[in-house]
């Protein structure tokens, strides 16, 4: 008789569970793809602290909707931001009056020009006496660096997202696109509180006055040690800027080491030692003292010596400054942190010698430097004046690249020259530092600025300290600007080396490269129009694969 069995049916196994990132739920994609989704501590701070604003901003309107009247005799403070509050809605019914007053006020006749220019000087100088520098400043900064943190808050939920958008699966591996977002997210995190740090530092030296208290220390010490009093405010000055110098490198430090040794070595781009970090440091230092401090003293001779009229002078003597500076630093500077050796005869160097020959572009010097030495980032770029122009490659360029796709980014440098790219943005640069002098003109001699910092004296390059904090918000819009015409010049560029007839290994190039140096593949779009000096990687290759544009017209 057959041995009786257990019928007993049993439960089928369950299926397993599908990946979501890769063919191997264990995969090292899969794994990636958890560290960029999982939010940290700093992800929560962030949280915590948008809802607090958030429940800030909803009982602050519950309050004034409640407390409309009372608020000016509960909170005695607040009352100016209530009457300014309280008059927008008259000043808004009246914006059509305003209107008419501006345009008759429109002046008609060169007379009529100079009567309104006087009448706005004065209004001007009448505001000068009046303005509450200290607070102006703290109100300025913060605001600054909120609009800024916000803009760093919506690109790290960017860096979050694991899946990659249509427009770049095409030619991104997934397992790039994480880890150039884990990358992304480790430098966010270093920026956030780097930034919260610096505007807590920046808050503390405005609240305390401690930039007059150093100021009035190094005075003290100089006056002591070598007999040079009050009258040499040159001299005070060049140990000032020495002193804020080695102070602001002393507190920057501990990010710059966490930067270059722990989120550039994790993702594998630090090949620096400590021994050259610290090598680099003490001759970055020397070189700020050495030829930073003539310069100094040299700016400030000027002012001093020229009067009112000195916002000319002190551009002329910067310009003159810049100018030297793109001739020396590559040529003297430079080579003092890298070698730089003459590119080897071979196809690389007989292709970019041959594109130099076809544009007539009067090429003196090939070399290749050691970019590699420090990082494994690279690049490529063009220098020199008139008929001495110079291109420098990085060797870690020549690694990751063929010689076809170097040769395409080389002509996209060359496009930056054919175009006088460099010569707008140094125009624009110019006409910037005009502006930031002769509006600090208005500032230097107002004595309320500076007892309005807890000074008592009128020390030009301490004014200028102040003057700059004030200009934040102007600079900030400059800096946004001149990003705009960067990313024009850059899309300029490329479509040059296209017209060359590079536009397939030029696109491959920027690929390899935004792979290869793991750049963010999908910013956020208010973001990098704020930062970025360059087109996102999808900008530029929708430009370039453009029909509108020849493929070769030069």
């Not at 909170?75 to 007053?101: C, D, H, N, Q, W």
Request: net charge neutral; with cysteine.
């Amino acid at each position: 008789m057959a041995e009786a069995t257990d019928q007993t049916p049993t439960r089928p196994k369950a299926a397993a569970a599908a990946p979501k990132f890769g063919d191997d739920p264990n995969s090292a994609v899969d794994a990636q793809a958890a560290l960029v989704m999982r939010k940290g501590f700093l992800d929560d701070v962030i949280d915590g602290i948008q809802m607090g604003l958030m429940a800030i901003i909803l009982i602050s309107l519950v309050l004034v909707a409640v407390f409309s009247d009372s608020l000016p005799v509960l909170y005695p403070v607040l009352k100016p931001l209530y009457a300014f509050v309280g008059s927008i809605p008259s000043k808004l019914t009246r914006l059509p009056e305003y209107a008419l007053i501006v345009k008759d006020g429109v002046p008609t006749t060169t007379d009529e020009a100079l009567l309104l220019m006087a009448a706005f000087s004065s209004w001007f100088d009448q505001l000068l006496s009046s303005l509450p520098y200290k607070e102006c400043v703290l109100v300025f900064s913060w605001a600054i660096y909120l609009w800024e943190a916000k803009l760093d808050v919506r690109q790290r939920e960017r860096l979050h997202e694991v899946r990659r958008p249509a427009a770049i699966s095409a030619f991104i591996p997934r397992q790039a696109y994480l880890e150039a977002n884990a990358y992304g997210l480790d430098k966010s995190s270093l920026s956030l509180v780097r930034n919260a740090f610096m505007q807590i530092q920046t808050t503390v030296i405005i609240f305390y006055n401690l930039t007059p208290w150093l100021w009035y220390v190094i005075v003290d010490a100089v006056e002591d040690y070598t007999g040079y009093g009050p009258e040499y405010e040159i001299t005070h000055s060049v140990v000032y800027f020495i002193a804020v110098t080695l102070i602001s490198t002393v507190l920057s430090l501990p990010f710059d080491l966490y930067s270059t040794f722990v989120v550039e070595k994790k993702h594998g781009f630090n090949k620096q030692t400590i021994g050259l970090y610290v090598t680099d440091m003490i001759k970055t230092l020397l070189l700020t003292a050495l030829l930073g401090g003539p310069i100094v003293a040299a700016f400030l001779w000027v002012i001093i010596k020229t009067g009112s009229q000195f916002y000319f002078y002190a551009w002329a003597l910067m310009a003159a400054v810049q100018l030297l500076a793109i001739v020396i630093y590559p040529t003297f500077i430079q080579p003092l942190f890298n070698k730089f050796e003459p590119l080897p005869e071979g196809e690389l160097r007989n292709e970019i010698e041959a594109l130099a020959s076809r544009l007539n572009f009067p090429l003196k010097k090939l070399y290749v430097v050691d970019g590699s030495k420090r990082s494994s980032h690279s690049n490529a770029y063009v220098f020199g004046f008139l008929k001495s122009k110079r291109i420098v490659i990085y060797d870690t360029l020549i690694n990751q690249c063929t010689t076809e796709e170097i040769v395409a980014i080389v002509g996209h440098e060359l496009g930056h020259w054919k175009k006088n790219h460099i010569l707008r943005m140094l125009t624009a640069v110019q006409i910037q530092t005009f502006v930031i002098f002769y509006a600090f003109s208005r500032f230097v001699g107002e004595r309320r600025m500076y007892n309005s910092f807890g000074m008592d004296t009128m020390p030009v390059l301490v004014g200028l300290i102040f003057f700059q904090y004030l200009y934040q918000p102007l600079d900030s819009l400059l800096s946004f600007a001149t990003n705009v015409l960067s990313r024009a010049h850059e899309f300029d560029a490329d479509a040059f080396s296209k017209k060359l007839g590079y536009s397939k290994p030029l696109a491959s190039a920027l690929v390899k490269l935004q792979i290869e140096n793991k750049g963010i593949m999908n910013p956020d779009p208010l973001y990098s129009a704020y930062h970025y000096s360059h087109p996102p990687l999808v900008e530029r290759l929708n430009a370039i694969n453009d029909p509108d544009v020849a493929p070769k017209t030069e």
